[in-house]
Nanobody, 122 residues
Framework: QVQLVESGGGLVQPGGSLRLSCAAS????????MGWYRQAPGKQRELVAQ???????NYADSVKGRFTISRDNAKNTVYLQMNSLKPEDTAVYYC????????????????WGQGTQVTVSS
């Protein structure tokens, strides 16, 4: 059993910053790519940023230069530093991980966190 737990969301004024964390726990053998997604009311879930096991990153055009994704492999944790926040960044932010587990054989599955609300408003 694997769990992803996000934290760090909240209410922030435009131009402010937040740092999201996502910690993976459970019967983990290894973690491959991890990513942050977001879903605003009435919109589809979209990729915000992704990081591979060796640290390669990619970002949505809308957040390039403002958001930074990083990971701490020793802690099985991925972070999203969000700066210069805008009202249009308001959404529920979800963490997703591609995780290998061992149960007699190796299995690779994708796991989602429960989401954390980010609201950017004055």
């Amino acid at each position: 059993q694997v769990q992803l737990v996000e934290s760090g969301g909240g209410l922030v004024q435009p131009g402010g910053s937040l740092r999201l964390s996502c910690a993976a726990s459970g019967s983990i053998f290894s973690i491959n790519a991890m990513g942050w997604y977001r879903q605003a009311p009435g919109k589809q879930r979209e990729l915000v940023a992704q990081i591979t096991s060796v640290g390669s990153t990619n970002y949505a055009d809308s957040v390039k230069g403002r958001f930074t994704i990083s990971r701490d492999n020793a802690k099985n944790t991925v972070y999203l530093q969000m700066n210069s926040l805008k009202p249009e960044d308001t959404a529920v932010y979800y963490c997703k991980g591609s995780i290998d587990t061992y149960r007699g054989s190796y299995y690779r599955s994708e796991y989602w966190g429960q989401g954390t609300q980010v609201t950017v408003s004055s």
